[in-house]
């Protein structure tokens, strides 16, 4: 009586490598995922952290340290900026 494929009606067998798939494809992007992220997880700690952006009146500092621009346009750029 129970002829078709042992009492599975045809959906338990002649199914059963999508459901293979579908399980192996979790499995492999599950472990592609894990990869990813202990990857991204490990190169960040190799950086040093990020500096917040300098002010203008730092950039200004460092210009007149090195010489780019003399006191005169130090003095005038910096009260210009503090207006």
């Known amino acids: 009586m ?3 494929m042992n009492g599975f009606g ?3 067998m002649g199914y ?7 399980f192996w494809g979790l499995v492999i992007l599950g472990i592609v995922g ?3 992220w202990l990857s991204t997880s490990k190169s960040d700690t190799h950086h040093p952290p990020r500096q917040p952006p ?3 009146l730092e950039i200004l ?3 007149y340290a ?5 006191r005169e346009e130090f003095e005038q750029k ?6």
């Open 34 to 36: 894990l990869v990813k």
């Open 66 to 70: 090195r010489g780019e621009i003399n």
């Open 16 to 22: 059963g490598w999508i459901f293979m798939l579908l």
């Open 61 to 63: 500092e460092e210009r």
């Open 2 to 4: 129970m002829n078709d």
């Open 10 to 12: 045809g959906w338990g």
């Open 54 to 56: 300098k002010t203008a």
């Open 78 to 83: 910096k009260h210009d900026l503090k207006q």
